[in-house]
């Protein structure tokens, strides 16, 4: 039997036409199937390939995911564009090694979800107010722009801007940063970032009227003005990413953020 694929590209003309040749590539020896396909192929930025993981969302068990970045950054993605077609013989030849990557869970009572890069809590005009539990011990009330939990994969991504640490994405466990927080003798909050363990639970107590949950290339405004509880958790939903060619993670980290390394 064939196997599925599908490419998921952006819109940027180099997209498209790398998406075209795919297509024509492997017509012969794999089969297009947008809604059960076994490969992804993500062609654009680490945006496309986060929209292509949340296309998917209800079925990582049965999919990899790969990426050729056109443009940008593309720290998710193992190839460029000009190396498209080694990517194509690579893949027809079949050896790939797979990594997976726990997504976060965020639940509550308004959106629940699972995120590759971070799970996010966040108010931008006026504060947010509300208590930090951690493993159900409360930590602080936290007064400030919102929190920011990060998987070691997403390390690189919002959390890097916020001053986070960079942490190898074989290892297990949530990076909790708060944003913008006012830190005085009435709302003092840890301001450091905290890595947290795999099975610790953060959950979060308050009114959050006005503040954007989500996370990823997703989220949703909270309208109600009651108090709630907003729970993160590192998941054992995985996404799998399939590498046809070897890619050391310092090498990454040096070419994408190291001024002169390409
Ligand atoms: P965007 O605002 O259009 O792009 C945000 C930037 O983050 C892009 O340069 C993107 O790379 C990069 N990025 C995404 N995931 C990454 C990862 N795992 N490692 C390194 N860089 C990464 O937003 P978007 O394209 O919809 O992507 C959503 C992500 O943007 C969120 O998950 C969040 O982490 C990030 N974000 C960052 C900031 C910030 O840094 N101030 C603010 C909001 C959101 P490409 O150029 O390759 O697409």
């Given at each position: 039997?064939?196997?599925?694929?599908?490419?998921?590209?952006?819109?940027?003309?180099?997209?498209?036409?790398?998406?075209?040749?795919?297509?024509?590539?492997?017509?012969?020896?794999?089969?297009?199937?947008?809604?059960?396909?076994?490969?992804?192929?993500?062609?654009?930025?680490?945006?496309?390939?986060?929209?292509?993981v949340r296309k998917y969302i209800d079925k990582l068990d049965n999919i990899v995911f790969t990426g050729i970045k056109t443009g940008k950054l593309g720290f998710l993605c193992d190839f460029s564009s000009d190396e498209y077609q080694t990517f194509i013989s690579l893949l027809k030849d079949g050896k790939c090694n797979i990594s997976s990557h726990r997504l976060v869970s965020l639940k509550s009572p308004y959106f629940s979800s699972y995120f590759v890069n971070e799970a996010r809590v966040e108010k931008i005009f006026d504060t947010?107010?509300?208590?930090?539990?951690?493993?159900?011990?409360?930590?602080?009330?936290?007064?400030?722009?919102?929190?920011?939990?990060?998987?070691?994969?997403?390390?690189?991504?919002?959390?890097?801007?916020?001053g986070g640490p960079l942490i190898h994405p074989d290892i297990e466990g949530l990076?909790?940063?708060?944003?913008?927080?006012?830190?005085?003798?009435?709302?003092?909050?840890?301001t450091s970032f905290v890595l947290l363990r795999k099975?610790?639970?953060?959950?979060?107590?308050?009114?959050f009227k006005g503040t954007f949950i989500g996370g990823?290339?997703?989220y949703q405004t909270i309208n109600d003005d009651i108090n709630s509880e907003i729970v993160i958790t590192l998941s054992d939903k995985k996404v799998q990413f399939a590498h046809f060619k070897e890619m050391r993670y310092y090498d990454k980290l040096k070419m994408s953020y190291v001024k002169g390394s390409k």
């Amino acid at each position: 039997m064939k196997n599925t694929y599908f490419v998921y590209a952006n819109s940027n003309p180099l997209s498209q036409e790398i998406k075209e040749k795919i297509l024509v590539s492997l017509k012969d020896d794999y089969v297009l199937d947008e809604e059960n396909p076994s490969l992804v192929i993500s062609v654009g930025g680490d945006g496309t390939f986060l929209r292509a993981v949340r296309k998917y969302i209800d079925k990582l068990d049965n999919i990899v995911f790969t990426g050729i970045k056109t443009g940008k950054l593309g720290f998710l993605c193992d190839f460029s564009s000009d190396e498209y077609q080694t990517f194509i013989s690579l893949l027809k030849d079949g050896k790939c090694n797979i990594s997976s990557h726990r997504l976060v869970s965020l639940k509550s009572p308004y959106f629940s979800s699972y995120f590759v890069n971070e799970a996010r809590v966040e108010k931008i005009f006026d504060t947010l107010t509300c208590d930090l539990y951690i493993n159900d011990e409360k930590i602080e009330t936290f007064r400030g722009n919102g929190f920011n939990v990060a998987t070691s994969l997403g390390s690189t991504a919002y959390n890097r801007s916020l001053g986070g640490p960079l942490i190898h994405p074989d290892i297990e466990g949530l990076i909790l940063g708060e944003i913008a927080p006012i830190n005085h003798n009435v709302y003092g909050s840890i301001t450091s970032f905290v890595l947290l363990r795999k099975d610790d639970k953060i959950t979060l107590k308050g009114n959050f009227k006005g503040t954007f949950i989500g996370g990823d290339t997703v989220y949703q405004t909270i309208n109600d003005d009651i108090n709630s509880e907003i729970v993160i958790t590192l998941s054992d939903k995985k996404v799998q990413f399939a590498h046809f060619k070897e890619m050391r993670y310092y090498d990454k980290l040096k070419m994408s953020y190291v001024k002169g390394s390409k």
